[in-house]
């Protein structure tokens, strides 16, 4: 690797997600699909609604609200997650449910119904020394 | 109909237990002899056998029988996760039913690795949540059971109801691994999993083996006179619903509708039930959903003791998944055990008053989820 060359920020897994960037604001990329309008995250190939295969790829919204949640209290080996934290499934406006990280809240705050908004992380960093960054979503700041 | 009526003639299973040690062909074996002594038939009128699994290397189906007998029949393997065994008993009605075999045998087997259950998924678009660890096995029972308490007001201890008297009810069953009372204090005490579900909400991994003999109607005449009759049963996965998330395992609700029109009976005309708790919050999402009591209202109704033995409608009077432990590929079998014992009164001091003739079954699990009736 050239001395000169910078750390690349890497999403955890590919086509997930697309991280932010100093020009762009990162987002969740999802499929809608272009005859029904029904929208999915991951994105798909075939709509799980009306079959079509004609999927558009688009950015979802970064807001969304816990449609429900958990506290982990035990970790997985292997996985880049300490016990205990907050793991939930967020409702964005597109009706669309994202399982997700719950942070910046203490864990007996948590609440369903709760405005979240997305942001990244760096799980750690891969042989080249690149970032590999993971989502997750935190309360609503403003 | 032209189908012809399906029987459970016979049904076998072996103590289950946490790391027992004992090779999974021996397990099934056993099981697989008492299930045929119990029908009281010899393995040269066994036709075609099922092997659920899902731990177990490739050929395991075919190790186990050739325990039994080499009489060359076709023998298949059978996985659907957590609903492996049950799923073979359904595949065996199928085929009975439809005049293809007159009698079949489905062994359930699993030695289960130790540790935690390795997570599956790697496959599927929550491959992500499973990459980070944020789908432990409690995870989605937990997050179901929150949404349940944030819909309908259920408490945690109702969930812990449900694990206390599963426990109770294991000490009267020695095949059960835990062989212990806990009280709702120590159930709402011990060491959170994932909340709201503690440690003893939750099955234990656990070895075991279970065996089911199917025969047709005619067929069986041979052997008893009071057969208990597989009148209904309908397996699935989940369904899409626009805009909902996906939490359930598999469609129960619709599975419980087919299997009532299919057996023309209704929930009320159940007198002794099994349903998959693989974490105890499970036993109150089932009986809603199969119309034992009405959405939103499981947590008093177990509560209530309406769940119990000497209950309105006795559930899970083995123990369940919770107390007797969950060797994956086998529980089915335990679940068909436990209701065939239960009809034919052969269920001692967890016997359910009054002669039952109708019991239900649901097992379900990442593969997906069955629903069967049985009528004496």
């Not at chain 1, 004609?54 to 292997?78: H, N, Q």
């Not at chain 2, 929550?126 to 308490?149: D, E, I, K, N, V």
Request: aromatic content about 8%.
């Amino acid at each position: 690797m050239g001395a000169s060359e910078a750390k690349k920020k890497v999403p955890i897994k590919e086509g997930l997600f697309k991280v932010h960037t100093d020009e762009e604001e990162g987002y969740l990329i999802g499929s809608r699909c272009k005859k029904c309008g029904e929208y999915f995250h991951p994105k798909r190939v075939v709509c799980a609604n009306c079959y079509s295969e004609d999927m558009d790829e688009v950015a979802l919204s970064t807001r969304g609200k816990i449609f429900t949640y958990t506290i982990a209290r035990t970790s997985y080996p292997g996985t880049p997650l300490t016990a205990p934290f907050i793991t939930a499934h967020v409702e964005l406006p597109e009706k669309v449910s994202v399982i997700s990280l719950i942070t910046d809240i203490d864990l007996d705050k948590v609440k369903v119904g709760m405005e979240v908004e997305l942001y990244f992380w760096k799980a750690r960093e891969d042989g080249e020394g690149n970032e590999v960054m993971a989502y997750a979503f935190r309360p609503v700041s403003n | 109909m032209a189908e012809k009526e399906v029987v459970i003639l016979g049904v076998g299973i072996t103590r289950f237990g946490r790391v027992t040690g004992r090779n999974p062909v021996e397990m099934a074996r056993e099981a697989g002899l008492m299930a045929l002594k119990d029908a009281g038939v010899d393995f040269r009128d066994i036709q075609a056998g099922f092997c659920a699994h899902v731990n177990q290397p490739m050929g395991t189906g075919a190790d186990c029988f050739a325990e039994l007998g080499m009489t060359g029949i076709p023998v298949t393997n059978v996985e659907v996760a957590c609903a492996s065994q049950s799923r073979g008993v359904m595949l065996a009605g199928d085929m009975i039913a439809a005049g293809i075999y007159d009698m079949a045998l489905v062994i359930g087997v699993e030695k289960m690795p130790r540790g935690m259950v390795p997570l599956g998924g790697e496959l599927s678009d929550m491959s992500y949540a499973f990459l980070m660890g944020l789908m432990p096995f409690p995870g989605t029972y937990a997050m179901t059971a929150q949404r349940h308490m944030h819909t309908y007001g259920t408490k945690p201890e109702h969930f812990g109801r449900a694990a206390e008297k599963s426990h109770r009810n294991s000490r009267l069953n020695p095949n059960a691994t835990y062989q212990q009372v806990y009280t709702l204090e120590e159930i709402m005490s011990s060491r959170m999993i994932a909340d709201p579900i503690t440690m003893y909400m939750c099955s234990a991994n656990a070895d075991g083996a279970t065996a089911t003999v199917v025969c047709s109607r005619e067929k069986a005449k041979k052997y008893t006179t009071r057969p208990v009759l597989l009148v209904g049963w309908a397996g699935g996965t989940p369904i899409y619903e626009k805009g909902e998330p996906m939490l359930a395992e598999g469609p129960t609700e619709l599975l419980g509708k087919k299997v009532y029109e299919m057996s023309g009976l209704g929930p009320k005309d159940v007198d002794v039930a099994q349903v998959h708790d693989a974490f105890s919050p499970g036993e109150i999402f089932a009986i809603e959903e199969l119309g034992f009591c009405p959405k939103g209202e499981g947590g008093p109704f177990v509560w209530g003791g309406n769940t119990e033995i000497n209950g309105k409608i006795p559930v899970n009077t083995d123990g369940g998944l919770v107390s007797c432990g969950h060797p994956i590929g086998a529980t089915g079998g335990r679940m068909i055990a436990e209701l065939s014992w239960q009809l034919r009164g052969m269920a001692g001091p967890r016997q359910v008053s009054g002669n039952p003739k109708v019991a239900l079954l649901h097992n379900q699990g990442l593969g997906g989820t069955n629903v069967m009736i049985f009528k004496m």
